[in-house]
């Protein structure tokens, strides 16, 4: 594994003036990519391979929300601390919050060697937000990758996961069998469905996905940045499948 796929991602998730204790290995040049997909499809396994072979980091704001109730009060930035306030109001956190975490973080864009932004942008407004950041920062986006299975696919996918009580491993009935059934191959752990991934629960989640989504898809279809990739039956054909558009050798 690579020193960047190692990398702590600290100044990602703290922002400000944190600093990532591990420094990538020089790419060839800097990839900047954004990555779209519905909950469920695989897109954090894509980033993470992507990341393995362009060198650019995964910069997820599904990681600094997870992370946010762990951050000290004293090192809590305005943006995060604002965050959440609407999270613990069960409140969906707005654009413009969004996009103050982002800017909070302005050093994260710049890593040389490139970034993949993960669950950012979300709307068209947060998507004309971070253009407009970028233009400042003399940066520019190589693509918008949009991961995309037909919904009873994802369902299958999700519907199927089984994860372990103990050690939260995490099995599929399908794809991915304990050697004994509802019990976990690590720790002996007893196997359950997770209330969001019953089908029903899934289901709504990926309408909602679809209607945030393509207005979003949409915008950067007309900007012809948008890279569609169908997602193959294992992650590695869905990882050769986004080489092969990008023109990047596999």
Same mark, same amino acid.
């Given at each position: 594994?690579?020193? #960047?796929?190692?990398? /702590?991602?600290?100044?990602? &998730? ?15 040049? $800097? ?7 519905? $909950? ?5 396994? =894509? ?6 072979? %362009?060198?650019?980091?995964? !910069? ?19 943006? &995060?601390?604002?965050?959440? /306030? ?18 909070? +973080? ?5 890593? *040389?060697?490139?970034?993949? %932004? ?11 937000? !971070?253009?407009?950041? !970028? ?5 520019? !986006? ?5 991961? *995309?299975? $037909? ?6 996918? &999700? ?12 099995? #599929?009935?399908?794809? %991915? ?8 191959? #690590? ?5 359950? =469905? ?11 989640? %990926? ?13 950067? =279809? ?5 890279? +569609? ?5 294992? $992650? =590695? ?10 023109? &990047?050798?596999?």
């Amino acid at each position: 594994m690579s020193d #960047h796929a190692q990398r /702590d991602k600290t100044a990602w &998730i703290k922002g400000h003036n944190a600093q990532c204790r591990v420094k990538p290995g020089k790419p060839t040049r $800097p990839w900047r990519f954004v990555l779209l997909g519905a $909950p469920g499809i695989g897109k954090g396994t =894509q980033a993470e391979l992507l990341s393995q072979r %362009l060198g650019s980091c995964q !910069l997820s704001t599904g990681d600094v929300f997870r992370a946010a109730k762990g951050i000290a009060e004293s090192e809590r930035s305005p943006a &995060i601390r604002e965050a959440l /306030d609407y999270m613990k109001a069960g409140k969906l956190v707005p654009d413009a919050t969004v996009v103050a975490l982002v800017k909070e +973080r302005l050093h994260c864009l710049h890593c *040389e060697g490139g970034f993949l %932004l993960d669950g950012f942008p979300r709307t068209v407004a947060q998507a004309e937000a !971070l253009e407009k950041l !970028l233009e400042e920062e003399k940066l520019s !986006l190589d693509g918008v990758i949009s991961y *995309e299975l $037909p919904v009873e696919q994802v369902l299958d996918r &999700i519907s199927g996961r089984r994860v372990c009580s103990s050690c939260k491993a995490s099995f #599929h009935v399908k794809d %991915l069998k304990p050697r004994v059934e509802g019990v976990c191959d #690590h720790c002996g752990g007893k196997l359950f =469905q997770r209330e969001d991934d019953r089908p029903e629960a899934v289901r709504v989640r %990926l309408e909602t996905y679809e209607e945030s989504t393509a207005p979003l898809i949409d915008y950067y =279809q007309k900007k012809g940045q948008l890279v +569609r990739i169908e997602c193959g039956a294992v $992650p =590695q054909d869905t990882f050769q499948r986004t080489l092969q558009a990008l023109k &990047i050798a596999g």
